[in-house]
Structure formats: C-alpha cells, structure tokens
C-alpha cells in the first residue's frame, strides 16, 4: 500500500479498491493483494509469493528493449528472498544487461519464523552477488540512509547498464496479518525498535533538532493526512460496487 502512494496515485482510489469498489485501481477486481495502476508505472502486488520479482524483471526487459532510461524497482521480502524464480531473475538480469534494482525489505520475520530460522544466510543481499550483482546492506529504519542508498543505486544501474540488489533491514510491529497475534517475539523486542528505531519519529526529531520544521508545522502535515485519509474513507463507502458485467472484463483466456 505505501509503494503506490510513492507511485502518486490518489489514496481515494487505493483506498476504493480495498473496499473491493468501481472506482478502485483495479475497478475492484484487484483488492489488497493485487492493486495496479500502469497509468502510474505501478505494476502491482502479486499474491503468489516472489512473483513481482521475475514481473520486475520482465519490466526491466522492456525498459532496455524499448531504449527508455528508466529503472524498475522491485520489492520483496526476506520471506520470498528464499523463493527459486529470485535466483532465475537474478540470472537473466545480469546475463540481459536489465536496469532492475532488487530491493529485499528484510523486516526479521515472515509470515511468522524469524530470519535466524529459515534463512542459511543472514544477509540475503549477499546472494545476488554469487550472480555477479553488487549489492548492500541499508539501515532501513534510516531515512537518510535509505534516501542516499537508493541513489547509489541508481547511478549504478544507469551507468553500469546491470542490476544491483539493497537489503533494507526493517522491522514491523504487527503480526503478519490480522490472523497473526506476532506470539513468537517478546513485547520488549517490539518496544525497542518502536521507541528508539522508528524512522518516521526519528526523522521528526531530527527535523526538530534541526529547526527545519516546528512542532506546529508537523501537527499540520499530520493533519493533512489525516484528513485525506477520512475523505479517501468517504469516497471509498459511497463508490459503487462492480457491475456483475466486469467479471468477464480482462480476461485472456
């Protein structure tokens, strides 16, 4: 949900396709798991664990193919990291020359096993390499250093014409899903990283610190998003629901 909002797509319509609505980004079709917007360079969620990242790759393809100086950014999990079509990606797009950064959001845990129990290899950036792909480690919770890592990055790709691989290492402070009480990790575990690692408080204090921003200033832009959340809320309850005609509207076979 957050990767659209960078891709400026409007919240309403993100927020009427998770209420399964006409006017969603999918016409409703799509839901959580599957919003889409090509309008907006947003290639959407896929529910098929790894699958956007032979998807991104796919895209990366058709940038080169078609000589746009563009990259393809293509997010995944330390869950998929351990997924075979990640490795086949990673094949393709060193052998091809493909502008796609890989982008590993390793938040510690999947669906509800820690990193330490399922991966034989801490650092997942570390593969790409045994691919020939340059890659790093990024302190997640860091807006700066994810800021500038991402510029590296795609520096690299451009002039180097291949891909490149970030490991951002994250955490979130919820189960999985809403099925997830997150029993497996201790109360003081989650209290350390939200009380003293938590990017969006940490770069509130920094721009305070800084005097870049008064507290006033920031209470207004959380105004401000509050209260396009309320109206993208009310634009979402009064959209229509799908005409029964769109079950047969974009399939190919």
Known sequence: HGHIIVCEVESKYIMAELFGKETGVSRGKGGSMHLFDIAKNFYGGHGIVGAQVPVGT?????MKYNNQRQICATFYGDGAANQGQVYESFNMAKLWGLP???VIENNQYGMGTSVERSSATKHFYQRAASFNIQGELVDGMDFFAVYEAFKRAREH????Q?????????????GHSMSDPGNYRTRDEINLYRDQRDPIGNLKNYLLAEKIADDKALKAIEKEVKDEIEAALDFAKASPEPLASELWTDVYS
Do not use: M
């Open 162 to 174: 291949e891909p490149y691989c970030l490991e951002v290492e994250t955490y979130r402070y919820r």
């Open 100 to 102: 796609v950064l890989y």
């Open 58 to 62: 796919g895209v990366a393809f058709a």
């Open 157 to 160: 790709i451009i002039s180097q």
